[in-house]
Each structure stands twice: as structure tokens, then as C-alpha cells.
């Protein structure tokens, strides 16, 4: 299976792409609403990424209002606006579980994905019965949206198995691992997952635990994933999670925090000689 095509980064890529001509034609954007009688929320959402989805006909007229002539930049150009347009998987099955831009969106193209976890296992590393005891864990649901939440999750973990799979890094703290579900052989088989993950030298994913003797550390403050993406144009971006809704920041400096951060956890935590060595006596233990 090949890397999966998200709207949701396309459509990121033609607001940067916008952007980016205008700069280089060295207008602003009252100049180019005024010229084109468009009001001048239209082009600040165009740029912004506001849209749901974009207008062919809007993105040509740019096109033809920046100069843009050479066949093949404008083709790549509406493709991409074409591409915007377009469901994400996630939308067509489980919008109501993972919502339209969702973190999911973004792993579909990312080419690095940097995940601390102090609570739980990472959604891509969990097994079918931790993401089922996670999800009974959140809140009573119904056994029928229990399952198929868990569906969801099991098909975005196929990010992994693709032609062009994101390098994981996984910084999970021990009283995640410490905290699993005994019933129902839950623990023995997510330990035994992780243990596999780390063991294996082709798969891209290298996990590192961070142990209770680490002491206070930055990553106190909470969960994130940083994701970093394959195109230039493609900033990268940090996701953190609520109960209600996820937020992502895209700010350079923003993102430099949390890389930061991320850095001196990956410094602090075992390394994955040591990772694997402490999740074997976990799992012995269990």
C-alpha cells in the first residue's frame, strides 16, 4: 500500500503555495482583493487555510492574475487544488470519531512522526485490546461504538505498512507501560507488540522508555507529536490532544519549543538497547 494522499496536507500546501506568489509578486493582500473586487476575507481564508474546499475557479484567476504561465507549475498548481477537494479516508468512514482535519490527516503524508506519551500507549503502537480498554477507559460508550472506535484506530495504525512509512520516534514514560490492562491478557500482548516494534531494524520505529528513576523532566507538561513532513512547503507542526478537541500549532517558534523539549526527552529516557530490556522485564513480570 502507498503513502495515502491526505486533503488535509494538500490543502495546507495550496494555502502556502498562494502565499508564496503574492510575496513574490510583492503585493498585499488589499492590493490583490481590491484589483480582483473580492472581499479581503476571501483571499485572507484562501491563505490562512480557512477553506473546506477550495474553488477551482478562484485558485485559476490568482493564477492568471500573478503571471503564472508555465504549463506545468499551473497544472501542478490546480491539481493540488483538485487534491484539496477530496475526502480523506477519515472523513468518508470516521468523521464522526476523528473529525474533518484531524491528526490522522496529517500522519497520512508526514515522513517523521515524534510522539511522547506520559499516560498511554501511541495510537499507532496500541494493540486491538489496549485500544478498546483505552476507549471503555475515556467514558461509557456503547459495546458497538467501543468497536468501532477501535476500527478506526487499528486502520490508521496502516500508515506504518505502507510503501513510504513515516520514521517513528516514541518517547512513552513507564507508568504507561506500568499502567496496562491486566484482563483479558491485554498487557502481555501490548508489551509483547512493543517489544516486537523495537526489536525489528526495518520498520522505522525506534521507541524509548522514559523510566520513574528520570525525576521531574519538560515533558510534565502534557502529550504531543511533532510532525514533520517530505515537502519543503510542508512546515512542520505540533498536535496536542484534548478531551474535546485536538489543537495543532504551526508557529516556528512553537514548534521549536516542543522539538526542544522533545530533544531533552529523548536524551533523558533509556535508549532502545535499555528500552527493550526494560519493557522484557515489565512483560516478564506481568
Known amino acids: 500500500m502507498s503513502r495515502r494522499i491526505s486533503p488535509t496536507v494538500r490543502r495546507r500546501r495550496l494555502s502556502a503555495v498562494l502565499r508564496q506568489l503574492r510575496h513574490e509578486k510583492g503585493k498585499t493582500l488589499d492590493t490583490v482583493t481590491a484589483d480582483l473586487e473580492w472581499s479581503r476575507g476571501r483571499l485572507a481564508h484562501m491563505e490562512g487555510n480557512k477553506w473546506v474546499r477550495p474553488d477551482l475557479g478562484n485558485v485559476r484567476q490568482l493564477l492568471d492574475y500573478y503571471g503564472v504561465e508555465d504549463p506545468a507549475t499551473r497544472k501542478a498548481t490546480i491539481d493540488l487544488a483538485r487534491q484539496s477537494r477530496e475526502k480523506g479516508w477519515w472523513t468518508k468512514k470516521y468523521r464522526d470519531i476523528f473529525g474533518a482535519d484531524s491528526l490522522v490527516g496529517f500522519e497520512s503524508e508526514a515522513s517523521v512522526v515524534s510522539t511522547w506519551q506520559p499516560v498511554v500507549i501511541p495510537g499507532l503502537l496500541q494493540t486491538e485490546g489496549y485500544a478498546a480498554a483505552s476507549v471503555r477507559a475515556s467514558l461509557t460508550r456503547p459495546a458497538e461504538e467501543v468497536a468501532r472506535r477501535v476500527e478506526a484506530r487499528m486502520e490508521r495504525q496502516e500508515v506504518l505498512s505502507g510503501d513510504q512509512p513515516p520514521t517513528v520516534w516514541a518517547v512513552i514514560d513507564e507508568s504507561a507501560l506500568r499502567r496496562v490492562p491486566t484482563e483479558d491478557g491485554v498487557a502481555e500482548e501490548q508489551l509483547r507488540h512493543l517489544i516486537d516494534v523495537a526489536e525489528n531494524p526495518d520498520n522505522g520505529v525506534t521507541i524509548q522508555i522514559l523510566p520513574f528513576t528520570a525525576g521531574l523532566h519538560p ?42 523539549v522533545f530533544d531533552h526527552l529523548q536524551v533523558t529516557a533509556l535508549s532502545q538497547a535499555e528500552s527493550i530490556r526494560s519493557m522484557k522485564k515489565i512483560y516478564d513480570a506481568v
Open 219 to 260: 515533558g510534565v507538561s502534557g502529550p504531543f507529536v511533532v510532525l514533520d513532513f517530505p515537502e519543503e512547503m510542508d512546515s512542520p507542526i505540533v498536535y496536542l490532544e484534548s478531551r474535546t478537541e485536538g489543537l495543532f500549532l504551526e508557529e516556528e517558534h512553537e514548534v521549536a519549543s516542543y522539538r526542544l
